[in-house]
T-cell receptor, first 114, second 115 residues
Framework: DAGITQSPRYKITETGRQVTLMCHQTWSHSYMFWYRQDLGHGLRLIYY???????DKGEVPDGYVVSRSKTENFPLTLESATRSQTSVYFC?????????????FGAGTRLSVL | QQQVKQSPQSLIVQKGGISIINCAYENTAFDYFPWYQQFPGKGPALLIA?????SEKKEGRFTISFNKSAKQFSLHIMDSQPGDSATYFCAATVTLKTSYDKVIFGPGTSLSVIP
C-alpha cells in the first residue's frame, strides 16, 4: 500500500523498558517527522529527518532516539519508557505541492506505559 | 511567540448549521496557515490552507478567513454534516532554513455534528 505505515498500532509496555515504533513510507520523501499527540497540546514535534543519516531535534526530544539509515524508514526509540511518554505517536513525511510543503501522516501508534 | 491558540476546544453543531473554529498567533514570521482534519483512529490530513497575503480561501463547504492585522484566522464549515465530525487543528508554518519549515499546531477542536 502506498503511503505511510506505522507499526505497531497499539503498544503496552512497562516503565523502564525500551520500545521502538516503526515508520515506513513508500514515496521516497526526503523529510520525515515524529510527533506526539496529547489532549490539549495538539501535535508536538519530537524529531525530524531531512534525509538518510540526517536527523535533528524538535520541540520535545528528551527520552527519544531516532535513526534513519534508509530513506523509507524512520524508527523512533524510547530508550527507557516513562509514564509521561504515554501518548499517541504520529509519523509524517513531507511533499512539495503548489509551492508549499505538505505533511502526510500515518495512522498513529497508541502507546501506554504502565 | 511560537504558539498557536485555538478555540473552542469542542463544538457541537446541528446538521446544516455553520461550524466556526478560531485561531490566533503572535509570530509575524509565520508564512503559511494550514488546517488539518483528523478522524478517530486516523492521522491528521491536510484540509485547506491559506497564505497571509490572502484574506479568504474557499474550497467547497470549507472557508478560511484570514485577518493579518489581528493575527487571527478561522475555519468556517458551511452546511455542516455528520461526516464532518472530527478533530480540527489549525497550524502555522515558519521557514527556519532552506527547505525546512517548522509547523506549529494548535491544540485542536473536537467537532460533533448532530442530525
Amino acid at each position: 500500500d502506498a503511503g505511510i505505515t506505522q507499526s505497531p498500532r497499539y503498544k503496552i509496555t512497562e516503565t523502564g523498558r525500551q520500545v521502538t515504533l516503526m515508520c515506513h513510507q513508500t514515496w521516497s520523501h526526503s523529510y520525515m517527522f515524529w510527533y506526539r499527540q496529547d489532549l490539549g497540546h495538539g501535535l508536538r514535534l519530537i524529531y525530524y529527518s531531512a534525509a538518510a543519516d540526517i536527523t535533528d531535534k524538535g520541540e520535545v526530544p528528551d527520552g527519544y532516539v531516532v535513526s534513519r539509515s534508509k530513506t523509507e524508514n524512520f524508527p523512533l526509540t524510547l530508550e527507557s519508557a516513562t509514564r509521561s511518554q504515554t501518548s499517541v505517536y504520529f509519523c509524517a513525511s513531507r511533499a512539495r505541492a503548489g509551492g508549499k510543503n505538505i505533511q502526510y501522516f500515518g495512522a498513529g501508534t497508541r502507546l501506554s506505559v504502565l | 511567540q511560537q504558539q498557536v491558540k485555538q478555540s473552542p476546544q469542542s463544538l457541537i453543531v446541528q446538521k446544516g448549521g455553520i461550524s466556526i473554529i478560531n485561531c490566533a498567533y503572535e509570530n509575524t514570521a509565520f508564512d503559511y496557515f494550514p488546517w488539518y482534519q483528523q478522524f478517530p483512529g486516523k492521522g491528521p490530513a491536510l484540509l485547506i490552507a491559506i497564505r497571509p497575503d490572502v484574506s479568504e480561501k474557499k474550497e467547497g463547504r470549507f472557508t478560511i478567513s484570514f485577518n493579518k492585522s489581528a493575527k487571527q484566522f478561522s475555519l468556517h464549515i458551511m452546511d455542516s454534516q455528520p461526516g464532518d465530525s472530527a478533530t480540527y487543528f489549525c497550524a502555522a508554518t515558519v521557514t527556519l532554513k532552506t527547505s525546512y519549515d517548522k509547523v506549529i499546531f494548535g491544540p485542536g477542536t473536537s467537532l460533533s455534528v448532530i442530525p
